[in-house]
């Protein structure tokens, strides 16, 4: 079964890969910049995101969305991630966060043509000190997982067996499985 991807993100490609392995899925990545909407609610931002897929590809498509959930600030920025994230950038987060408890949040939307489903992933850790280990994707770099002292991009591999991601994935996996 052929999916359509919005991302041209080479380090989410070979993430969405890894956990759909042994499954009938292949995922076909159309680069395409889809205006998001702006609001903190991520399920809006989500389905607003995959309607508009849908509608430019007309085939079945899946988007993601990942969230932080910040407790010092009343879980800001949710759904803004992106823009607080290209604001502030590593080091400033950093220096404003470091050692406050976060969350991250990985939403995914899938439209199969008929219908949309969500699923949704959370792990729960603590804002690193300073940036550590490869800052090509995003937060990684900041993010250190509860039970761990060292930030995703830190774990390299390890990331992909315990990330947010990989738990919105199981359960869409785990969805995949059960139409067949």
Known sequence: ????????????????????????VSFVSRQTKIEELQTFNE?????????????IFKEPVLVEHASLYLEILNNFPGGLTEIFWETLQADKFCELFKGTKIVAKTSIGYCDGRKTYNFEGISEGIVSNQPKG????????????????KTYAELGDEKLEISMRKKAFDLFKEFIEAQK
């Open 43 to 55: 399920i809006e931002l989500l389905n607003d995101k995959l309607e508009k897929a849908f509608a």
């Open 1 to 24: 079964m052929k999916i359509i991807v919005t991302t041209g993100n080479p380090c989410k490609l070979k993430e969405l890969n890894h956990y759909m392995q042994g499954t009938e």
């Open 134 to 149: 490869d800052r090509s994707f995003q937060w990684d770099c900041v993010f250190i997982p509860m039970g761990y002292e």
